[in-house]
Protein backbone atom coordinates (compact mmCIF):
# COMPACT_ATOMS: atom_id res chain seq x y z
CA UNK A 1 0.00 0.00 0.00
CA UNK A 2 1.78 3.32 -1.31
CA UNK A 3 1.50 6.27 0.78
CA UNK A 4 -1.42 9.09 0.12
CA UNK A 5 0.05 12.58 0.95
CA UNK A 6 -1.53 15.99 0.43
CA UNK A 7 1.35 18.47 0.75
CA UNK A 8 0.43 22.24 0.70
CA UNK A 9 2.80 24.59 -0.86
CA UNK A 10 2.76 27.71 0.38
CA UNK A 11 4.47 30.04 -1.74
CA UNK A 12 5.96 33.06 -1.25
CA UNK A 13 2.62 33.65 1.10
CA UNK A 14 2.10 33.94 4.65
CA UNK A 15 4.25 36.65 6.97
CA UNK A 16 4.55 35.12 10.86
CA UNK A 17 0.91 35.97 11.79
CA UNK A 18 -1.03 34.79 8.88
CA UNK A 19 1.24 31.62 9.42
CA UNK A 20 0.48 30.91 13.14
CA UNK A 21 -3.41 31.64 11.98
CA UNK A 22 -3.32 29.12 9.36
CA UNK A 23 -1.68 26.35 11.39
CA UNK A 24 -4.19 26.71 14.20
CA UNK A 25 -6.79 26.71 12.12
CA UNK A 26 -5.46 22.99 10.02
CA UNK A 27 -4.43 21.86 13.72
CA UNK A 28 -8.23 22.65 14.54
CA UNK A 29 -9.07 19.92 12.23
CA UNK A 30 -9.10 16.20 12.10
CA UNK A 31 -7.08 14.30 9.60
CA UNK A 32 -7.60 10.98 8.44
CA UNK A 33 -5.05 8.54 10.18
CA UNK A 34 -4.50 6.96 6.27
CA UNK A 35 -3.53 10.68 4.83
CA UNK A 36 0.12 12.42 5.14
CA UNK A 37 -0.50 15.82 5.31
CA UNK A 38 2.74 18.56 4.92
CA UNK A 39 2.57 22.19 4.66
CA UNK A 40 5.49 24.12 2.38
CA UNK A 41 5.88 27.52 4.36
CA UNK A 42 8.60 30.21 3.08
CA UNK A 43 12.00 29.69 4.75
CA UNK A 44 11.49 32.07 7.38
CA UNK A 45 8.15 30.53 8.48
CA UNK A 46 9.79 27.34 9.02
CA UNK A 47 11.29 26.82 12.69
CA UNK A 48 7.79 28.75 13.64
CA UNK A 49 5.66 25.74 11.82
CA UNK A 50 7.96 23.10 12.97
CA UNK A 51 7.39 24.28 16.73
CA UNK A 52 3.77 25.14 15.97
CA UNK A 53 2.96 21.84 14.50
CA UNK A 54 4.93 19.66 17.22
CA UNK A 55 2.10 18.05 18.59
CA UNK A 56 0.20 17.39 15.48
CA UNK A 57 0.60 14.71 12.19
CA UNK A 58 0.85 17.68 9.92
CA UNK A 59 4.61 17.57 8.97
CA UNK A 60 6.54 20.85 7.20
CA UNK A 61 8.47 21.02 4.01
CA UNK A 62 10.92 23.14 2.62
CA UNK A 63 10.55 24.60 -0.83
CA UNK A 64 13.65 24.90 -1.96
CA UNK A 65 16.96 24.11 -1.16
CA UNK A 66 20.45 24.76 -2.36
CA UNK A 67 22.73 21.70 -3.27
CA UNK A 68 25.99 23.10 -1.50
CA UNK A 69 26.91 22.37 1.83
CA UNK A 70 27.59 25.63 2.56
CA UNK A 71 29.13 28.31 1.58
CA UNK A 72 29.36 32.02 -0.94
CA UNK A 73 26.00 31.16 -2.30
CA UNK A 74 23.54 34.26 -1.20
CA UNK A 75 19.99 34.34 -0.22
CA UNK A 76 20.38 30.52 -0.55
CA UNK A 77 19.69 27.62 2.27
CA UNK A 78 21.29 24.00 2.38
CA UNK A 79 19.92 20.62 3.74
CA UNK A 80 21.64 20.98 7.14
CA UNK A 81 20.09 24.71 7.92
CA UNK A 82 16.87 23.51 6.88
CA UNK A 83 17.62 19.82 8.79
CA UNK A 84 18.63 22.23 11.85
CA UNK A 85 15.15 23.82 11.92
CA UNK A 86 13.56 20.12 11.97
CA UNK A 87 12.73 19.95 8.56
CA UNK A 88 12.98 16.33 6.98
CA UNK A 89 11.24 17.00 3.51
CA UNK A 90 12.20 19.64 0.36
CA UNK A 91 10.23 20.25 -2.83
CA UNK A 92 12.24 19.86 -5.29
CA UNK A 93 11.79 20.97 -9.28
CA UNK A 94 9.16 22.77 -8.95
CA UNK A 95 7.87 24.42 -12.46
CA UNK A 96 8.39 28.02 -10.83
CA UNK A 97 11.82 27.20 -9.75
CA UNK A 98 12.59 25.64 -13.66
CA UNK A 99 10.77 29.14 -14.81
CA UNK A 100 11.76 32.07 -12.95
CA UNK A 101 15.51 30.40 -11.19
CA UNK A 102 16.33 28.23 -14.53
CA UNK A 103 16.83 25.29 -12.17
CA UNK A 104 16.90 22.31 -15.09
CA UNK A 105 17.34 18.35 -14.47
CA UNK A 106 21.27 19.00 -14.38
CA UNK A 107 21.23 21.59 -11.29
CA UNK A 108 18.31 19.56 -10.01
CA UNK A 109 19.99 15.81 -10.31
CA UNK A 110 22.95 17.67 -7.73
CA UNK A 111 19.62 18.77 -5.39
CA UNK A 112 18.77 15.80 -5.46
CA UNK A 113 22.29 13.69 -4.48
CA UNK A 114 22.76 16.75 -2.04
CA UNK A 115 19.30 16.39 -0.27
CA UNK A 116 19.40 12.30 -0.14
CA UNK A 117 22.87 12.60 1.54
CA UNK A 118 21.34 14.55 4.24
CA UNK A 119 19.22 11.92 4.47
CA UNK A 120 16.15 13.99 3.44
CA UNK A 121 12.90 12.48 1.76
CA UNK A 122 12.05 14.53 -1.50
CA UNK A 123 9.00 16.17 -3.04
CA UNK A 124 10.68 16.19 -6.72
CA UNK A 125 8.04 18.31 -8.99
CA UNK A 126 8.28 17.91 -13.14
CA UNK A 127 5.57 17.95 -16.03
CA UNK A 128 5.32 19.73 -19.34
CA UNK A 129 4.31 23.11 -20.96
CA UNK A 130 1.36 23.90 -22.86
CA UNK A 131 2.53 24.08 -26.11
CA UNK A 132 4.66 20.45 -25.36
CA UNK A 133 1.02 19.09 -24.29
CA UNK A 134 -0.52 20.63 -27.49
CA UNK A 135 2.27 18.80 -29.77
CA UNK A 136 1.84 15.71 -28.17
CA UNK A 137 5.25 15.63 -26.86
CA UNK A 138 3.91 15.63 -23.20
CA UNK A 139 5.34 11.78 -22.63
CA UNK A 140 8.86 12.85 -24.15
CA UNK A 141 9.31 15.49 -22.01
CA UNK A 142 8.31 13.94 -18.69
CA UNK A 143 10.38 10.64 -19.13
CA UNK A 144 13.24 13.26 -20.00
CA UNK A 145 13.09 15.10 -16.61
CA UNK A 146 12.56 12.13 -14.99
CA UNK A 147 15.60 10.20 -16.78
CA UNK A 148 17.74 12.90 -16.25
CA UNK A 149 17.13 14.14 -12.81
CA UNK A 150 16.52 10.51 -10.94
CA UNK A 151 17.21 7.55 -13.27
CA UNK A 152 20.26 7.64 -12.44
CA UNK A 153 20.12 6.77 -8.76
CA UNK A 154 20.10 3.29 -6.94
CA UNK A 155 17.06 1.70 -5.88
CA UNK A 156 17.75 2.41 -2.33
CA UNK A 157 17.30 6.09 -2.93
CA UNK A 158 14.05 5.50 -3.85
CA UNK A 159 12.46 5.10 -0.59
CA UNK A 160 13.35 9.13 -0.10
CA UNK A 161 11.12 10.33 -3.25
CA UNK A 162 7.93 11.06 -4.08
CA UNK A 163 7.04 12.57 -7.23
CA UNK A 164 4.89 15.62 -7.98
CA UNK A 165 3.58 15.34 -11.53
CA UNK A 166 2.55 19.01 -12.59
CA UNK A 167 1.55 19.81 -15.48
CA UNK A 168 2.28 23.69 -16.38
CA UNK A 169 -0.59 24.62 -17.88
CA UNK A 170 -2.99 23.57 -14.55
CA UNK A 171 -0.84 25.35 -11.74
CA UNK A 172 -2.34 28.20 -10.24
CA UNK A 173 -4.72 28.38 -13.98
CA UNK A 174 -7.98 27.30 -12.49
CA UNK A 175 -7.19 24.68 -15.65
CA UNK A 176 -6.94 21.14 -14.04
CA UNK A 177 -5.82 17.98 -15.94
CA UNK A 178 -9.12 15.44 -16.24
CA UNK A 179 -8.82 12.66 -13.87
CA UNK A 180 -8.71 10.83 -17.67
CA UNK A 181 -5.27 12.66 -18.09
CA UNK A 182 -3.67 12.55 -14.99
CA UNK A 183 -3.86 8.56 -14.76
CA UNK A 184 -2.77 8.38 -18.06
CA UNK A 185 0.29 10.37 -17.13
CA UNK A 186 0.64 8.26 -13.67
CA UNK A 187 0.42 5.10 -15.29
CA UNK A 188 3.18 5.98 -18.05
CA UNK A 189 5.38 7.40 -14.84
CA UNK A 190 4.95 3.95 -12.69
CA UNK A 191 5.80 2.25 -16.34
CA UNK A 192 8.86 4.14 -17.14
CA UNK A 193 9.90 3.52 -13.49
CA UNK A 194 9.32 -0.38 -13.77
CA UNK A 195 11.31 -0.41 -17.01
CA UNK A 196 14.09 1.31 -15.63
CA UNK A 197 14.00 -0.45 -11.92
CA UNK A 198 11.32 -3.22 -11.31
CA UNK A 199 7.67 -3.51 -10.53
CA UNK A 200 8.31 -3.55 -6.99
CA UNK A 201 9.36 0.12 -6.97
CA UNK A 202 7.28 1.14 -9.30
CA UNK A 203 3.97 -0.18 -7.46
CA UNK A 204 6.03 1.83 -4.06
CA UNK A 205 7.00 5.19 -5.62
CA UNK A 206 4.09 7.72 -4.48
CA UNK A 207 2.97 9.95 -7.39
CA UNK A 208 0.86 13.06 -6.59
CA UNK A 209 -0.92 15.35 -8.84
CA UNK A 210 -0.77 19.01 -8.73
CA UNK A 211 -2.17 21.81 -10.96
CA UNK A 212 -5.40 23.75 -9.50
CA UNK A 213 -7.05 20.74 -7.37
CA UNK A 214 -10.02 21.92 -5.64
CA UNK A 215 -12.17 20.51 -2.82
CA UNK A 216 -14.58 20.46 -5.72
CA UNK A 217 -12.30 18.25 -7.81
CA UNK A 218 -9.98 16.59 -5.57
CA UNK A 219 -11.79 13.06 -5.27
CA UNK A 220 -12.21 12.51 -8.48
CA UNK A 221 -8.79 12.83 -8.92
CA UNK A 222 -7.93 11.09 -6.14
CA UNK A 223 -9.68 8.04 -6.94
CA UNK A 224 -7.73 7.40 -10.32
CA UNK A 225 -5.91 4.41 -9.53
CA UNK A 226 -2.43 6.06 -9.52
CA UNK A 227 -2.78 9.12 -8.32
CA UNK A 228 -1.52 8.51 -4.50
CA UNK A 229 -2.39 12.25 -3.57
CA UNK A 230 -1.67 15.76 -4.63
CA UNK A 231 0.46 19.10 -4.31
CA UNK A 232 -1.48 22.09 -3.76
CA UNK A 233 -1.23 25.84 -4.23
CA UNK A 234 -3.84 28.66 -4.12
CA UNK A 235 -6.03 26.05 -2.16
CA UNK A 236 -3.40 25.22 0.75
CA UNK A 237 -3.82 28.66 1.71
CA UNK A 238 -7.26 28.31 3.01
CA UNK A 239 -7.71 25.71 5.78
CA UNK A 240 -11.58 24.82 5.06
CA UNK A 241 -10.58 24.09 1.17
CA UNK A 242 -7.14 22.34 1.99
CA UNK A 243 -8.57 20.14 4.94
CA UNK A 244 -11.50 19.10 2.52
CA UNK A 245 -8.83 17.94 -0.10
CA UNK A 246 -7.20 16.35 2.58
CA UNK A 247 -10.37 14.51 3.09
CA UNK A 248 -11.56 13.80 -0.26
CA UNK A 249 -9.65 9.81 -0.83
C1 LIG B 1 1.62 24.29 -7.25
O1 LIG B 1 2.07 25.42 -7.24
O2 LIG B 1 2.33 23.30 -7.00
C2 LIG B 1 0.19 24.14 -7.56
C3 LIG B 1 -0.27 22.94 -7.84
O3 LIG B 1 -0.56 25.29 -7.54
P1 LIG B 1 -2.16 25.38 -7.73
O4 LIG B 1 -2.77 24.32 -6.86
O5 LIG B 1 -2.49 26.77 -7.27
O6 LIG B 1 -2.43 25.16 -9.17
Known amino acids: MRDQIVAGNWKMNNDQHETQTLLTELKNHNKPENVRVMV ?14 ADDAITVAAQNMNAAASGAY ?3 VSSSMLKGVG ?14 YHENNASLADKVNSALEAEMEIIFCFGEQLEERKSNRHFDVVKAQLSEALFSLPT ?21 ASPAQAQ ?12 Q ?20 NAQEI ?12 GASLNAN ?7 AF
Do not use: C
Not at 87 to 100: A, C, D, F
Not at 156 to 176: D, K, M, N
Not at 222 to 233: A, Y
Open 184 to 195: EMHAFIRKLIQD
Open 197 to 216: YNETLAQEVAILYGGSVKPG
Open 222 to 233: FSMEDVDGGLIG
Open 241 to 247: DFMAIVN
Open 156 to 176: SAWSQIVLAYEPVWAIGTGET
Open 40 to 53: APAFTQLSQSVSLL
Open 87 to 100: VKTVILGHSERRSL
Open 74 to 76: TGE
